[in-house]
């Protein structure tokens, strides 16, 4: 049903043309980065920036009843966590630049560079059908879509989460079997965790690996990356905060603690844990990308390309990227975007000039946000142990860029 169709053989051609030139420009533009780098510029000043984090999170936390928070910056190539609060109410255990926390669906970005990390070795292309690396789903609906599809949710309207019915592996292939699509591939986008959660699993099927332990034993290596898990080890479990939710499962209001539980696509979705100064990291060589290895700056560099416009938000591999400069508004709609379906509109090429790059991420007792300008060289990192509205992590978050940007924290 889906061999090497005409269409398909398009879609292919006109993807890989699209990687080669984006590749090509963002090459071109780390060589600026590069050159700016090396000019002598005056360093940041540690207290400036400490009071400018203050003065957006203490009220924050206040008002959201936040027990504990680490905030990660990034200037200038130089980097900064400033630590409130507690990771344990129970405990007293203060918040410290080790402290891991949850970070929800920050973690599909790390899903989409392992998945341009197969593509670039050439494992898997994003005009593959999903039944090429998981035979199970051939013939159904689902292998309608492509992987592209997948990692934008623009597949034809998977779930937001996956069924409760759905606990364990075969229930998962019978759900996605059994799934029908609400409208064709690529008409609309459907934020969904099953969407990419299954484009995870298919990079992974593509190299024979189970996902968490090719993330865990190659890609974050790679990335610099020494505190971030999938499945926190026994030596790291006193550093791992607790969350705090408001609500017990049977409604009641009180103060719960509560972790992230195991489910399906728990590792390809929400399952990343790490510290604030590894997630820094995470952001610094996404801004600039030239001291990894070809293969893994190839797969950063891919992620950054532009796949579908979504309003006023355009859609990447588990980025989603605004022009720069950006009006808050809009970026506050685009963040708004999770659960509604929306039409979508192909791109042949990301948008031209400089780009903000942005995730939000969320579970049951932890609430995170990523931020950054690649041609600022500008970025920050919310991490804190209760979910908060995401209106109130951009705002807070583009108040801190804002002075960044400005130069007033220097």
């Known amino acids: 049903m889906h061999g090497i169709s005409r269409a398909a053989a398009r879609l292919a051609t006109r993807l890989a043309t699209r990687l080669t030139a984006r590749l090509t420009a963002l090459a071109a533009a780390g060589l600026t980065v590069l050159s700016a780098q090396a000019a002598p510029h005056q360093a940041p000043d540690a207290a400036a920036l400490r009071a400018a984090v203050d003065a957006a999170i203490r009220p924050l936390m206040a008002k959201n009843d936040i027990p504990g928070m680490a905030v990660g910056v990034t200037v200038g190539g130089k980097s900064f966590v400033f630590n409130y609060g507690v990771a344990s109410r129970q405990s007293g255990q203060p918040v410290d630049d080790r402290t891991l926390f949850e970070v929800g669906s920050v973690s599909k970005t790390f899903n989409a560079t392992f998945g341009a990390q197969v593509m670039v070795d050439g494992k898997l292309q994003l005009s593959d059908h999903p039944s090429r690396h998981l035979p199970a789903l051939k013939g159904h609906p689902i292998d309608r879509a492509t992987l592209l599809n997948l990692v934008t949710y623009t597949a034809g309207g ?209 609430g995170a946000y990523v931020v950054f300008v690649p041609t600022q060289r500008i970025g920050v990192v919310l991490l804190g142990n209760r979910s908060w509205p995401i209106p109130e992590r951009v705002d807070a978050a583009y108040a801190i860029l804002g002075k960044l940007q400005a130069g007033s924290a220097r």
Not at 235 to 258: C, E, F, I, P, S
Not at 283 to 297: E, H, K, W, Y
Not at 340 to 352: C, F, N, R, S
């Open 158 to 366: 998977l779930t937001l989460q996956v069924p409760d019915a759905v606990t364990d592996e075969a229930s998962l292939m019978r759900y996605l079997q059994q799934w029908k699509p609400d409208f064709a591939p690529g008409a609309k986008r459907r934020y969904s965790n099953p969407s990419i959660g299954l484009f995870g699993r298919a990079a992974a099927a593509a190299i024979g690996r189970d996902y968490a332990d090719a993330v865990e034993s190659d890609l974050l290596p790679k990335l610099g990356l020494r505190e971030t898990y999938l499945r926190v080890p026994t030596t790291a479990m006193t550093r791992y905060a607790t969350g705090y939710d408001k609500v017990d499962h049977q409604g009641t209001a009180q103060d719960m603690a509560v972790r992230v539980s195991p489910g399906a696509f728990d590792s390809e979705s929400y399952g990343i844990k790490t510290t604030a100064a590894d997630l820094v990291r995470f952001m610094q060589v996404n801004i600039d990308p030239s001291g990894l290895d070809a293969t893994t700056r190839q797969a950063v560099e891919a992620t950054h390309i532009g796949h579908f416009q979504v309003d006023g938000m355009t859609q990447g591999l588990g980025w989603e990227q605004y022009p720069w400069p950006v009006p808050l508004a809009q970026l506050q709609a685009g963040n708004a975007l999770g659960r509604v379906t929306t039409a979508v509109k192909p791109l042949d090429h990301t948008p031209a000039g400089p780009r903000l790059f942005n995730k939000t991420g969320s579970t049951r007792g932890f």
